[in-house]
Structure formats: structure tokens, C-alpha cells
């Protein structure tokens, strides 16, 4: 073979090289259970010739570890709340994308739509993240064990119901909680000379608990299992569905403190290799079948239609940047441990 037959044959393939990763490269996700159901990923892997690699998280501390390992390097297109998401542009983990590549963006709700007004995501008008999904985080009674439902985030303090109470594994959330039980007017920005009394009326918590879950499928075989008189949903209506639909005889309140809520967004990550292909995922995960799966299986909210609590002006509080993550973490798990309060 002559060189410049060689020169020519490489120049074709160098062309091709584009369209051959996007017919049929790998894409890998990271995301939360429900959030990429394997019959839906087989659409999309038939649809786009290529091959979905997802990998599911149960906690942000558990999210954060793996994005950190080699700085997004191990994903293309991963879900967090925007309060993660803000911090994660921050480490450079999370890369700009092109919203005019996900054009199902034009069927979300006007205030998903309004990606400037949503914290976190754009920096100096560009755009990192784009709303996927979001649920408030109330609280979740056996109503054979209340006479009347809870009002405060402090019921889950309540020694009556000491052994029957069940709460989620995540250093920052239980932090927040516990600020809001307290009666701290911010429950992410914890003063530094308020952790010590936070982190020990989280010692309380520990003690009154029966467990900490991690998923929603978790959760409702406890609460099931050991009859839980109360819980707080960190999943929100997904395990008020998940429960219903196990025969459990439920209510579902927002605290007086007002719930903490989440809002999941698609971003890609520093390590994306065919940024074609993830612009496509998420747009695909905006198509009304795959919106509506997430709702109708999950009971997840989309941001193709208004959930439940966001039509009746409950009082809710989207989560925001913490001031302390690494802090929280590392004393949550001193409290998880065992230690006594005056360890802390």
C-alpha cells in the first residue's frame, strides 16, 4: 500500500469517527433508582444503535464519592438535586451542555423552563443542568398509630414513638432536618458554633430511630416489616406510592417547619465522551412515555405536568448549597457510629 493510500484511507476514517461514536458508542449514567428503568434503556439503546451503561446511587455522600474519584471522568450524564449540582460546576465535575440540543425542553412547565431562575444550575448564562424531576420531603404516618397526623418535623424526635421511626442515610439532609427542629431559620447554613448542638440533637434522632434507609424499596419493606409508626420520605410521594401499593395504610403531611425539596437535574460530566449522545438521553427522558413512566411507576413528579403539592402552595423549600458538606459528612458518621454526644 502506497502512503498516500494509507493518507487517504486514515483521513476517511478520521471523518467517520464522529458519526461511528454516536451510532455506536457507550453511554454511562448515573442516577437514582427509577430514574432508568431497563426496558426504557433498551429504547433508547435500539433507537440511537448504542449501549447504556447505568449506575445507581442511593445517597448524595455515595453520589459525590464516585463523581469524585477521578473528577467525573467515570460518567457521561449523571441526576443530583441542584444544590449538588451548583457545588459540582464549582470542582469542574460538571460541564456545560446545549439546551437547543434537547429541544423536549419546550414541553416542561414554564418554571422548569426558566432555567436562570432555578439556583444552581447557570453560571455567567451558561447552562450546566437541565430539570428532570423533584419531589417534596414530608412525612409518612401509620394513621392506625396517630389520632391526628403530625404537624412538626419533631415527631421523629417524639420518645412515644421511640423504636418505630425511620429516617434516610445522608449526612446533609439529616442535618438540615435537625437545624429545622431546632428552629434555625436557615437549615443549610448551620453556624459554626451551632454544629456541636445540631450534631448532638442528632444523637437523639439515632437513638429514637429504628433504622436509616437508603432506597424506597428499603424503606417500605421496614415500615411494613417492623409496622413504623412514622417516617421521613426522602423520596417523598415515590414512597407514599410504593407503600400504598404494598397495602399500607398511610398519611402524607408537610411539617409546619415546611419540607425540604429536591429538585434532580440531568447534567453531563467532565468525562463525557459523545456529548451527541448524552444531549440525547435527556432528551429522551423529557418524551411524555418516559415522563409519565416516571410518575405512573415511581410516583415520581415530572416536569411535563404539576404534581399534587405544588399546586396547593404547600410550604416548600428547594434545598440549596450547604455550608459545610465535607463537616456534615464527617460528623454524621461519628453520630452513625455510636459516639456520645459529648465526643462530638
Excluded at 13 to 31: K, N, Q
Excluded at 73 to 85: M, P
Excluded at 175 to 181: H, K, L, P, R, V
Aim: glycine residues 6%.
Amino acid at each position: 500500500m502506497s502512503i498516500s493510500t494509507f493518507l487517504s484511507r486514515l483521513l476517511l476514517l478520521l471523518i467517520a469517527l464522529p458519526a461511528l461514536a454516536s451510532a455506536g458508542g457507550t453511554l454511562r449514567v448515573l442516577a437514582w433508582p427509577g430514574y432508568a428503568d431497563a426496558d426504557l434503556v433498551r429504547q433508547f439503546e435500539k433507537r440511537h444503535d448504542a449501549r447504556v451503561e447505568v449506575t445507581l446511587v442511593s445517597t448524595d455522600d455515595d453520589m459525590r464519592e464516585r463523581l469524585r474519584k477521578h473528577n467525573g471522568g467515570d460518567f457521561d450524564v449523571f441526576a443530583a438535586n441542584t444544590a449538588e449540582i451548583s457545588q459540582y460546576i464549582e470542582q469542574g465535575i460538571s460541564v456545560a451542555l446545549d439546551p437547543a440540543a434537547i429541544p423536549n425542553t419546550k414541553q416542561q412547565l414554564a418554571r422548569f423552563r426558566d432555567l436562570a431562575a432555578i439556583p444552581g444550575i447557570v453560571r455567567n448564562g451558561v447552562v450546566y443542568a437541565i430539570p428532570y424531576t423533584y419531589s417534596e420531603m414530608g412525612l409518612i404516618y401509620d394513621r392506625a398509630q396517630f389520632g391526628a397526623p403530625p404537624s412538626s418535623i419533631s415527631a421523629l424526635w417524639d420518645a412515644r414513638h421511640k423504636g418505630r421511626v425511620l429516617a434516610f442515610q445522608d449526612s446533609t439532609h439529616n442535618f438540615s432536618i435537625a437545624a429545622q427542629a431546632l428552629g434555625m431559620k436557615d437549615p443549610f447554613q448551620i453556624a459554626p458554633g451551632e454544629f456541636t448542638r445540631v450534631a448532638r440533637h442528632l444523637v437523639g434522632l439515632r437513638r429514637n430511630v429504628l433504622s436509616f434507609y437508603s432506597t424506597p424499596e428499603e424503606a417500605t419493606e421496614l415500615f411494613i416489616r417492623h409496622r413504623a409508626a412514622l417516617m421521613f420520605a426522602n423520596f417523598g410521594a415515590q414512597q407514599v406510592e410504593q407503600l400504598r401499593r404494598a397495602g399500607a395504610d398511610i398519611g402524607y403531611v408537610i411539617p409546619n417547619e415546611g419540607a425540604l425539596a429536591w429538585l434532580d437535574c440531568w447534567s453531563l460530566a467532565h468525562g463525557v465522551r459523545d456529548r451527541k449522545l448524552a444531549h440525547a438521553w435527556i432528551d429522551f427522558t423529557l418524551e411524555r412515555a418516559f415522563s409519565r413512566a416516571l410518575t405512573s411507576r415511581h410516583g415520581l413528579a415530572n416536569t411535563l405536568e404539576a404534581s399534587l403539592f405544588m399546586q396547593a402552595g404547600a410550604n416548600i423549600i428547594w434545598l440549596a448549597k450547604v455550608e459545610q458538606p465535607a463537616r456534615r459528612a464527617a460528623l454524621w458518621r461519628k453520630i452513625f457510629s455510636g459516639d456520645l454526644p459529648q465526643e462530638l
